[in-house]
């Protein structure tokens, strides 16, 4: 099968318009006449769901979580980007484009990013609209801040939680649309299948996660919007109930899997402190922007860092890229301080760590400005680790934060199986290889404000949809399967918990396909998930029943998918034989330490088809034009 | 918008809600407090001495709330049914609050909140006992061996002479005490008057009525028992 | 530290449910309440028992999925914290600790400490939005907020929907809850248009769910994870007083064309 991007010619400025007007459209009165499936309530399923139900379709919402309103997306502290220029100092809709593009290490589609720049003001605007409480200044006027090292202040936020208001704000849309009986919501309801019928995704089959009622509902377009898969890792900043269960159904019922590896490791991370861990709290990158990085210049040296005199430390951000300082992109501050590490620098008990330090910001600016800016973070730090950041520095370290990759998707977000829509982090996304701050609330939101609504039209305008009941063969095959799985997860009973899987496996991700990769820990990682999945499968210990709340079968389910994505992953980090943005191959690296890019054999978006439990998945390559931001060598010093 | 404030007969609904059972509770709180205060205002003048005609300034008083019939009872009625909009609102909010938590928690600790607040279930039924006795004891006179109509003065004397009925009074006004303690602070937030500036104070305001109010009552008792006043 | 657990155990919705002690070893400070349970929990399972249900998810104080009463307190003894952000260094070896769900009949328990939220979202429902259908907004900056009023929104609109103050609430009420959302918009130009229907609706729907009512005694302001203050039930109850006295019935929509 060919891979057909559907991505538009012509100026890139008037792709986008070009493509909405040569799209088909429903009229109203027959909108009401489809139905369509969205699994996952974040920024992308909240928002395309309300969305999708204003406009008059019949729309079926599902979550794994008790309400829409708790999605990931809400955890996102720092803001959201767009090229909205308030602030007057040169940001247009060009620039972000160029940014995201390079900041993405040329690894994403250049139709989709500037479609996504060009939707960012618009963003704005809806969320104002929607009463989202975004930060302003004394005249009333909207505050932006710079963010993630953009040299441009296009950042708007709502204090240390913008996702939080932004996702509030898709979710109150959404509950409006839920009282109106326009959308049925599913809460505590996780999809684990996906039911493709005559070759188009027809529905989804679900497991109520309180009864245990496996379910079968059919539509004539399905909506994934489920998110990252960043706890493979197992230790992530996702929330503990992150999976990919959705996206790996899909993509076994045929969707591709698109650059599996880019995973974006976060720079500002508060370290582990022991086995128990179980999960990581990010510190908002914001923080960077007072804060100064630095290790011991000595290894070893375990003084506190008050003693430390400044002759001593290594400010190494600093000192290695002096332009950006403390600012660089994620990817490379994550690497350099992971470098530190590695030469025995690192701080804290476990030498996993660096310092951020914010004696010299309190000094210049006084505690009660730092306080206004950081207060809540510097509160919430204290909380976990029993220190104050006032009076020392605070430690650091990177985790896993985001992943770039996901199923891969064409221009009007359609996946490889007609009708199968995915959004936001689930897709492959607009984001290359390298995510910058700020840009997933943005890529959430426009896609399910505003493509959605537009591609999904066209799609269904475009096709004729057959009746379809329940008793359909692929609908009966699938939920057989979801039960039969079920009942086999609780039928092994072995000696080992689920968790203390998941946990072998994220030591396995992390050491092997994390901040940095190479060929040998790879191939090693491979062999040793599979034999880490077939002991799962002969040893785990998932007690309870199948027929009512068991949180230990749900997350059962979610390991065995992990265990076969890192696989996956391990095999397309081991295929992309360059390094770009979060994927560090040791193999591609300057004199110097820094990502070696191959745009000669490599600038091509992987596509994973699967071909069997027992076969190696199939390469599918997109190749990445770039028309209008030529492809350089990211520097930062 | 959901149906449920769309249904014609608005003002039988618009009390269904607590909001405005609440907004009840505070109208006829301020008015009883009012009530209270200017009562207690009059009993104080159980000090003073007696004019140059002999006669108490309490008995004077007394004459005087009783010159009009109509302004009498029409005083007395309003009061009443006062009293009955805050003492139906209080079993409707007590009713929905055992509604509301059906299994109560094997431990439960409070913070912050105040002993009074946390008692207005209890304090106001006995505030509402030691009403219906103090009606009989010195408006009506069952529960008082001696007493005399419209001889005031005389009436709390004898009636505070005994221990236990001063005991009983000064019980009583504690309570009252914290009922309002709690319900002159209450009554604002209830009617949605709140500013961070102007609570606190507003807090320590209704501290202070309630314990001039319940200082002002109970000197009495204590001051007959003492032998002070004759 | 060693720690004893009374933890509420009840199988389903219909159970009766009871206390059941168990005793922990080993709890290191640094955990957090979470992943203490997570270890007894690890422990339960080896043993063959099953595990305590709880809910949670992003761990990070912000979701508002996880929170249950430690010892008499919503969400535990640390101000302004969920029980996925406290640490065990807020407790001391050979503390006794009792582990209850929210209790309200809104609230109906699901399983062990995890209960049915459900009716917040339909609080929500009932009002808690601004009706504006996407593409239909004006320009960003087309709307000036003084600072003030966006920042005692914002501070209204951090409430994470836990469900600490049902809990915490001798009368098992919303107020906080609906108050923070009725606040939030209610002082927001975007929210003007609605405003007085959006308090009716949404303190109705409260009462429909069952909820109590608010008697101003400030426990749920002392619980609340986010700081939400008492000053929102008061906004709440203005709204509500307002909208009802000056309440008309809807007028037909004339037809066009």
């Known amino acids: 099968m060919a891979l057909n991007s559907r991505t538009p010619s012509g100026p890139i400025e008037s792709r986008w318009d070009n493509t909405k007007f040569e799209m088909k459209l429903v009229n109203p009165a027959n909108k009401r006449k489809y139905s369509v499936l969205v699994v996952g309530s974040g920024l992308a399923g909240g928002a395309a769901a309300a969305t999708l139900a204003e406009l008059g379709y019949n729309v079926k919402c599902f979550c794994y979580q008790d309400s829409p309103r708790r999605a990931h997306s809400i955890a996102a502290q720092g803001g959201i980007n767009a090229a909205k220029n308030y602030q007057n100092d040169g940001d247009s809709i060009y620039r972000l484009f160029y940014d995201t593009v390079k900041g993405g290490d040329f690894r994403a589609r250049e139709s989709n990013v500037y479609r996504l720049a060009q939707i960012s003001v618009n963003i704005i605007d809806q969320a104002v609209a929607q009463g989202v409480p975004f930060a302003r200044e004394y005249g009333g006027t909207l505050a932006n801040r710079s963010f993630g090292g953009a040299q441009v202040s296009r950042t708007f936020y709502a204090r240390g939680q913008t996702g939080q208001q932004l996702l509030l704000g898709a979710y109150q849309a959404l509950e409006r649309q839920i009282d109106a009986g326009r959308v049925k919501m599913f809460p505590r309801t996780e999809m684990l299948d996906l039911i493709v019928i005559d070759g188009k995704a027809r529905g989804i089959v679900t497991r109520n996660l309180v009864t245990g009622q496996t379910d079968v509902h059919l539509a004539d377009a399905v909506i994934l919007a489920t998110g990252g898969y960043g706890n493979v890792f197992y230790l992530s900043t996702n929330a503990k109930g992150c999976n990919v269960t959705a996206s790996w159904r899909a993509y076994k019922r045929g969707a591709f899997f698109g650059n599996p590896c880019f995973t974006q490791i976060h720079p500002t991370c508060i370290p582990v402190s022991g086995d128990y861990q179980s999960k990581l709290t990010l510190m908002s990158e914001s923080l960077r922007n007072d804060g100064r990085i630095w290790v011991p210049v000595k290894a070893g040296d375990t003084r506190p860092p008050q003693q430390i005199p400044d002759s001593e430390r290594d400010y190494f951000l600093e000192r290695i890229y002096p332009s950006f300082g403390n600012l660089v992109p994620r990817d490379v501050a994550s690497r350099a301080a992971k470098r530190m590490c590695d030469e025995g620098r690192g701080v804290g008990p476990s030498g996993l760590g660096v310092y951020l330090d914010f004696a010299a910001s309190i000094e210049r600016l006084g505690k009660q400005a730092i306080s206004e800016r950081y207060g809540n973070l510097f509160e919430m730090y204290e909380r976990i680790t029993g220190e104050s950041p006032y009076e020392t520095p605070m430690r650091i370290f990177p985790a896993v934060h985001y992943t770039m990759g996901g199923l891969w998707v064409d221009y009007h977000l359609m996946s490889t199986v007609p009708g199968l829509f995915v959004l936001g982090e689930a897709n492959f996304s607009d984001h290359g290889a390298n995510r910058l701050g700020a840009s997933a609330l943005m890529q959430g939101l426009a896609d399910g404000y505003f493509v959605i609504p537009f591609t999904i039209g066209n799609y269904l305008a475009s096709n004729k949809f057959e009746k379809v009941s329940e008793d359909h063969p692929e609908a009966k095959a699938a939920k057989a399967q979801v039960t039969g799985r079920v009942e086999k997860l609780l039928s092994i009973k072995g000696k080992r918990t689920v968790d203390s899987f998941h946990r072998e496996l994220g030591k396995i991700m992390w050491e092997n396909c994390g901040m940095a990769r190479n060929e040998k820990g790879l191939k090693d990682a491979i062999t040793r998930i599979k034999a880490l999945r077939e002991e799962f499968w002969k040893n785990v210990n998932v007690l309870g029943e199948s027929n009512d709340l068991n949180q230990s079968l749900e997350k059962a389910g979610r390991v065995a998918d992990f265990l076969e994505l890192g696989e996956l992953m391990c095999a397309d980090a081991l295929d992309r034989k360059e390094s770009c943005g979060g994927h560090f191959r040791e193999e591609y690296q300057t004199p110097e330490g820094e990502a070696m890019r191959d745009d000669e054999n490599c600038a091509y978006a992987a596509a994973w088809e699967y071909t069997g439990d027992d076969k190696p998945a199939a390469l599918h390559k997109e190749p990445l034009t770039f028309e209008y931001v030529h492809p350089s060598q990211r520097s930062y010093k | ?230 | 530290m060693r720690l004893t657990l009374n933890i509420w155990r009840q199988k389903s919705p219909t159970d009766q449910g009871a206390m059941v002690r168990y005793s922990l070893d080993n709890v290191s400070e640094h955990m957090s309440f979470l992943e203490m349970l997570d270890v007894l929990n690890e422990q339960l399972i080896t043993k063959g028992e099953e595990p305590v249900a709880f809910d949670h998810d992003c761990r990070e104080g912000i979701c508002g999925m996880c929170g249950f009463v430690i010892n008499g307190v919503a969400h535990g003894p640390r101000r302004g914290t969920t029980v996925c952000q406290l640490h065990m260094r807020s407790f001391h070896d050979n503390e006794e600790l009792f582990l209850e769900p929210w209790r309200a009949a809104a609230f109906p328990v699901v399983k062990d400490l995890v209960v049915n939220r459900s009716a917040f979202d339909r609080i929500i429902g009932a009002g808690g939005y601004v009706s504006v259908p996407t593409g239909s907004a004006t320009d960003g900056n087309s709307i000036l907020i003084p600072k003030a009023e966006s920042d005692m929104a914002m501070s209204a609109a951090a409430c994470i929907g836990c469900g600490a103050c049902v809990a915490a609430c001798p009368n098992a009420s919303a107020s906080l809850f609906t108050g923070a959302k009725i606040s939030h918009l209610g002082l927001l130009p975007q929210g003007q248009p609605e405003r007085h229907a959006r308090a009716l609706n949404m303190v109705a729907q409260a009462a429909v769910e069952g909820f109590g009512n608010c008697t101003n005694i400030g426990e749920c302001e002392a619980v609340c994870p986010k700081g939400i203050q008492l000053e929102n039930i008061a906004r709440m109850n203005r709204d509500y007083l307002v909208g009802a006295i000056t309440y008309r019935e809807p007028q037909a929509e004339a037809g066009a064309g």
Not at chain 2, 146 to 164: A, C, L, P, R, T
Request: glycine share 6%; charged share 10%.
């Open chain 2, 1 to 230: 918008m959901s149906s449920s404030a769309t249904s014609p007969a608005r003002t039988a609904r618009m009390f269904d809600a607590p909001v405005a059972k609440k907004a009840v509770m505070a109208l006829s709180g301020l008015v009883l407090f009012g009530f209270v205060l200017v009562h207690m205002l009059g009993n104080l003048q159980v000090y003073l001495p007696p004019g140059p005609d002999g006669r108490y300034a309490l008995d004077v008083y007394g004459e005087t709330l009783h010159k009009s019939a109509l302004v009498l009872w029409g005083a007395r009625s309003f009061l009443l049914l006062t009293a009955l909009a805050h003492i139906v609102s209080a079993i409707q909010l007590a009713q929905l609050k055992n509604a509301a938590r059906p299994t109560a928690y094997v431990k439960q600790t409070a913070i912050v909140s105040t002993y009074a607040s946390r008692t207005m279930y209890w304090s106001g039924p006995i505030v509402l006992a030691f009403l219906i006795y103090h009606l009989l004891h010195f408006t009506t006179g069952q529960a008082h061996p001696d007493f005399q109509h419209m001889h005031v003065h005389e009436n709390v004397i004898k009636g505070f002479s005994v221990w236990y009925v001063s005991l009983f009074y000064i019980v009583a006004m504690s309570m009252l005490c914290m009922h309002l303690y709690h319900g002159v602070w209450s009554m604002f937030q209830s009617l949605g008057l709140a500013h961070p500036s102007y609570t606190p104070k507003l807090k320590l305001a209704a501290k202070a009525f309630a314990a001039i109010v319940a200082a002002g009552n109970i000197s009495i008792p204590l001051s007959v028992l003492a032998g002070l006043v004759k």
